[in-house]
């Protein structure tokens, strides 16, 4: 099969698409044609050699994918040849076929077209794991979401709204903001003009936000302990600003209760990624097709473009998901 390769670790350069073995199919597992995939961080950075797969994962790049079904496992029960499936994957995304377990693949609906499909899988289910998970959001409760306009952070504000949540707030650049207002976000706060401690203060009327979803890590702790109220929960998916802290005063962690969390779901178990995609589905399918869930794509790539469609991510240039169409 072709698929997306490297040259070695490195820059755009470094990618081109090339002939490769095809993944073997397992007893339990489904083959699937991939229509469409997507962009995510984590591809930026393994392709810079940062971020390896899991040990027995596919080192091609992408983790999610939406295409038809072309061979099912001897044990394959859920599946049939020719149905439509979008998924989430350890690797692999990035070409013309991938093998998935039958229990990690999700239907597509009759009117979803591929390109919607494979806007799904990662940053909706990295956003449900953060809020249902591990942050246990309940109605009325407040929440602020770092990088609104990204992948997972449109999805979140979705979840969020849909979940109860009574007032989301969201950090990004002011040209990215009417998005997140239309996916539902009650106030937009612009990271690069405003301070987001003192922006939360005035709109909480001091007390803070109950959940935080942060990327940043280092360059936004202070502040983001300074911003929860009493038993809130900082969820942390990425490290984007940095590891390292200094003169960090942790008081309010033990003064406030605050639960701090990290997270990463790549290398979860299969049995993990089974109970939260059944979990995911049943919440989110009927809401996908009423429309109460959308999938954010900001622009489609061939994937024969796949070293522009990763210069522009890089860029930050994007407000949602950046496709790859496998042609």
């Known amino acids: ?45 393994q392709r810079k050699g940062f971020y390896p797969p899991p040990p027995g994962a596919s080192t091609i790049l992408g983790l999610e994918m939406a295409g038809d079904v072309i061979e099912v496992g001897d044990k394959v029960t859920k599946w049939n040849i020719g149905d439509r499936v979008l998924g989430l994957l350890a690797g692999g995304g990035y070409a013309e076929q991938v093998v998935i ?6 239907p597509m609906a009759d009117d979803m077209s591929y390109t919607d499909a494979a806007a799904i899988p990662e940053v909706f289910l990295t956003a449900f794991q953060a809020l249902n998970y591990l942050a246990d959001i309940r109605p009325s409760e407040q929440i602020l979401i770092h990088a609104g306009a990204s992948g997972v952070g449109t999805a979140a504000i979705q ?4 979940m109860g949540a009574s007032r989301v707030i969201i950090t990004a650049s002011k040209g990215k903001h009417q998005i997140c207002r239309d996916l539902g976000a009650d106030h937009t706060i612009d990271y690069a003009n405003q301070d987001f401690q003192a922006e939360i203060s005035k709109i909480t009327e001091g007390k803070g936000v109950d959940v935080i979803i942060d990327f940043l890590a280092a360059a936004y702790f202070q502040k983001n302990i300074n911003s929860l109220d009493f038993d809130g929960r900082m969820i942390m998916l990425a490290l984007m600003g940095g590891v390292q802290l200094d003169n960090v005063n942790i008081a309010n962690i033990l003064r406030k209760r605050i639960r701090i969390i990290g997270s990463t779901l790549r290398a979860r178990s299969l049995d993990y990624k089974k109970g939260l995609t059944k979990d995911f589905s049943d919440f989110a399918m009927k809401r996908f097709a009423d429309g109460t869930l959308t999938p954010v794509i900001d622009s489609i790539y061939s994937w024969t473009e796949v070293r522009e469609a990763h210069s522009y991510m890089e860029a930050n240039k994007n407000k949602g998901k950046i496709i790859l169409a496998i042609d």
């Open 101 to 106: 377990h039958e229990d990690i693949a999700m």
């Open 1 to 45: 099969m072709r698929a997306v390769l490297l040259k070695e670790f490195g820059d755009v350069d470094q990618l081109y698409i090339g002939e490769t073995a095809a993944p073997e199919l397992s007893e339990y597992s489904i083959r699937v044609k991939v229509v469409a995939t997507a962009l995510n961080r984590a591809d930026t950075l």
């Open 159 to 162: 979840l969020a709204k849909a």
